[in-house]
C-alpha cells in the first residue's frame, strides 16, 4: 500500500520505517525542513536502537521517503496516519492544534476518497472533531473516512514494539476504514481490537494512566518500606508472582517521565473534570510522581542536612535507559533541587549532552563516570542505565572523596555496595 505519514516524531519516523519494511511504499511529511532535509539523507535525528540501520536500507530500497510539500503528498496517497504530537498546555489539556494543521492540509489538498488514521494520541472526541476540521478546509465533495489507531510503542524498544505490538486497536465508525486497516495489517500476529473511534481513544490514555498508577502505587509501597526498614523489591516481586498483578512495572524509584505518562496522566484528569467525572486515583497517582524527586532529595539531605558547595555527582539525564530522550525526566527535578540548595553539581549520562542552560546554572556535565565522581561528596543514580551496574565500584569510591550512595532506581546490587564501605539507600531499599 501507499502510506502517507504526517509527523515525523518518534511514533512516525518509527511507524513509517516498520511500514516500509513491511513492503509498503512509505512517504513521511514534516514541516520542519531540517527533520526532512536530515532524513531524506537517511539520518535519524534521535536515539532508538535498531532504528537507523533499518532507516536507511528501507531508503535505499526506495520503499521510504520524506518530504515537507503536503500538497503532492496528501494527492498522492490514499492512507494517510497522523502521527504529530499533541503536547501539554498549560492547563494540562493537550495542545491539538498540530492535528488542527494536519486535518488542513489534508482538507485543501485531498483530491479524492482519503482514508485518514489517528495514531497520535488524542483525547475522547478528537478523531471525530478532526474530520469535521478536514472537511471545513475542503473545497470539493471528496470523501474521508477516519480511523483512530493508538500506538503504545516504548521508547528505547519502539522498533520491537511496532514490530511486535501486544494489540492492534482500530477504532472506526467507517467499514471502508476498518476492511482496509485490517488489510493493512493481515500480516500481523497480534490481536486485533475493532471499536468505535472515542473507545480506541480511550483505550490508549486509559493503558499509560493504568501503568502509571501501578508505577505511583508500588512507590507509596516504597514509602511505607522506607518506614518499617523493609526491601520493596520482596514486596514487588511476591506481588509480581500473582498473574491478575504482574511483575512489570513494579519496578519502585524516582518515578515516571518521558512524553507520555506525565502528559497523557495529565489530558485525563483534565478532560475527566471537564466531562464532569474526576479521577481520584489517577489525582493522587500524579502528585505522588511530582513529589517522588523531592522524598528522595529529602533522603539526601537527612545524611547532609546542609549541601552547600558539596560535591553531588548525579547518573543519569534520560527519562529511562537506551534513549537519549529527557523530556519530563526526574532527573532534572533532582538537579533542581540540588542547585537550589547550593551543590557543585556533576552529572553524567552516556547519550544525553547537557543544554547551556543547565551549564549556566553551574551544572558540569563529564562523559566519563570515573572523572564525575573524582573527589565527590555524594553519588545519586538518577536514570538506570545498565553501564552504571557494571562500573568498577572499588575504582567510583577510591575517587570519591565521600562514600554516600542514593540509588534513585534501585539499581545496584545493595549489599556488594555497602560491603565496599559505602553508605547506601535505595527507595524502599532498606
Ligand atoms: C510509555 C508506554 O509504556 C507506551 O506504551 C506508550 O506508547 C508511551 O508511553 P515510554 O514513555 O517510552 O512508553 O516509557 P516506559 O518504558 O513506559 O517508561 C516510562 C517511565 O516510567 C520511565 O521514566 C521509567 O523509568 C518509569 N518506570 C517504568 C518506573 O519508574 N517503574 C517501572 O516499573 C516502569
Redo the contacts with the bound molecule.
Sequence with gaps: MKILIIGMGYVGTTTGAVFAHQGHKVTGLDIDQMKIALLNKGKLYFHEPGLQEMLSSQIKKNNLSFTCDPETAVKDHDIIFITVGTPSLENGKADLSYIRQAAEMIGRYKNKEKLVVVKS?VPIGTTDEMEKWIYEYSNNEASVHTAMNP????????LN?ALHPSRIVLGSESSEALVKLKELYKNSTAPILTTSTKAAEII?YA??GF?AT??SF??EIARLCDTVGVSIKDVAEGMGLDERIGA??????????????PK?VKELLSTADSLGNPLSILREVEKINRTQPSYFVNKVKRTHPLLKDKKVTLFGLS??PH?DDIRE??SFAVINQLVAEGAKVYVHDPAVTLSTDWIRKGVTQCWDPYVAVKEADLLLIC??WPQYADLNWVKVKERMNGSYLFDG?NMLDKEKIKQLGFYYEGIGNA
Excluded: H, M, W
Design positions: 494520541t500506538e503504545f510503542l516504548r521508547e528505547g524498544s519502539a514494539d490508549k493503558s499509560n501503568l501501578k508505577i508500588i512507590n512489570p512495572f513494579l519496578q519502585a524509584g524516582l518515578g515516571y517521565g518521558g512524553s507520555c505518562f497523557d527519562f529511562k534513549t525526566s526526574v536514570t538506570d532506581r
